[in-house]
């Protein structure tokens, strides 16, 4: 039974189990002597950005001018930003956001070249404690150079990701350059490449598409300053082998030493931390199937469930086999309560008949959850907190008609 004091529906972030993949991955940040940021991608909770920066992870990436805000804002630190395209009405801002920014395009570059190299605004506040560099000014922003970091994303052309709509790799993808693409030497001012190829994978994926990398962008390594190997490690998974990891690492960067090297997991930093709480509301029936009405939706609030499509775990539900089962199953599905007919998911199958009232949990839902919702219908969107590690629950976040109501004008 999850705190009462804990509101239904309410997306849980539990501290213990952030501080421990935080610590791992500072680890093979140091023992690797790499930089890994964080992804903004896969979450943004910044009421936890604090502990974030207990473990010294105080740079982001950004693939908007929002999540470039947000960095600067909350996280107190220039963005390294990329976007498959920008817009001419938000470049010069996100510039003055960013200390890094990588080019989907050769065009792109061509269009911005001459504003990420010229002077331009950069925003400054001087009532944010974060940042680390002085501000001279109490306004929001002011003319003098900003040093950007720019680059290319590259495509390798290899991939393990099996599900097409998370495959950035794949024929015909609008991500990234190809090498056919490029010419022999970089245009001035590009001091980075940029790859992701990945999405919740292995070392031993890694392996393979850093070796289509280098078999078809090393000859470019010298003319660069860092290579960004991209998000998708999810090295907080308990079966991902981090020594290997560490191992490809130094590896490269004996190889490459004059590079510095780059990760952006977004996953691994909040993987298996926290819980998303429901609660059945009806159990209706229709042709033998038993759906269990709960006060989350799929589409809105799980919306990975029904693109990947994958079932998430739900604390509590029984084995289907196992040795010694006598006693036999309740099955359900689950509905949400959206109109979206399709806004279902199942089956699930427990031990005792799931009840009015009942208290559902699905676990593993920080990541690739809250970044990615949505108030279609305008059901009520789920709460946001964390469970500190002395046992009390912290609300971040309860929503309102007014959030509703401000998103639709």
């Keep these: 039974m999850i705190d009462n004091k804990i509101p239904s529906p309410c997306y849980v972030i539990e501290e213990d189990l952030l501080r421990k993949n935080l610590a791992l991955i500072k680890s093979v940040a140091e023992r690797a002597d790499v930089e890994i940021i964080v992804a903004f991608k896969a979450f943004a909770m910044w009421k936890t950005f604090p502990i974030f920066r207990e473990y ?18 909350e996280m107190g630190s220039r963005a390294h930003t990329y976007a498959p395209v920008y817009q001419e009405v938000e470049f010069d801002e996100i510039c003055g956001l960013s200390s890094h920014i990588t080019f989907n395009s050769l065009s792109q570059y061509e269009k911005y070249k001459c504003q990420v190299t010229g002077n331009r605004y950069q925003v400054t506040n001087t009532d944010n404690p974060l940042l680390d560099t002085p501000h001279l000014l109490p306004v929001t922003c002011y003319l003098l150079p900003n040093s950007i970091s720019c680059g290319f994303r590259i495509n390798p052309e290899v991939s393990v990701v099996e599900t097409d709509l998370y495959n950035p790799a794949k024929a015909g993808s609008r991500l990234g350059i190809i090498a056919d693409l490029l010419p022999e030497i970089l245009p001035k001012g590009i001091e980075g490449l940029h790859f992701h ?13 850093l070796d289509a990398v280098e078999q078809k962008f090393s000859k470019y390594f010298p003319q660069i300053k860092w290579l960004n190997f991209g998000g998708g490690h999810l090295m907080t998974h308990k079966d991902y082998d981090v020594e290997h990891l560490i191992k490809i690492l130094t590896n490269f960067k004996q190889k490459y030493p004059h590079l510095k090297i780059i990760l952006e997991p977004g996953a691994a930093f909040v993987w298996q931390t926290g819980f998303l709480k429901a609660t059945v509301e009806d159990i209706v029936e229709n042709h033998g199937i038993k759906t269990a009405m709960l006060n989350i939706s799929f589409a809105c609030h799980l919306p990975d469930c029904l693109e990947m ?21 309740h099955k359900y599905r689950f509905g949400g309560n959206s109109c979206l007919s399709g806004d279902f998911f199942g089956d699930f199958y427990f031990e005792k008949p799931l009840e009015i009232g009942q208290e559902i949990i699905f676990e593993d839902m920080i990541h690739y959850t809250m970044v990615k919702t949505t108030m279609f219908n305008g059901v009520s969107h789920p709460s946001i907190g964390i469970l ?11 929503f309102s008609y007014e959030d509703y109501k401000n998103r639709m004008c």
């Design 309 to 329: 499509p994958y079932k998430p775990a739900v604390r509590g539900e029984a084995a289907t086999v196992g040795a010694g089962r006598t006693l036999p199953l």
């Design 197 to 209: 190829a990945l999405c919740e994978s292995t070392s031993y994926d890694l392996e393979k598409v």
């Design 56 to 73: 010294g992870f105080k740079i982001s990436t950004a693939s908007s001018l929002a999540e470039a805000r947000l960095a600067f804002e």
């Design 388 to 398: 500190k590690s002395d046992g009390n629950f912290e609300l971040f976040k309860h």
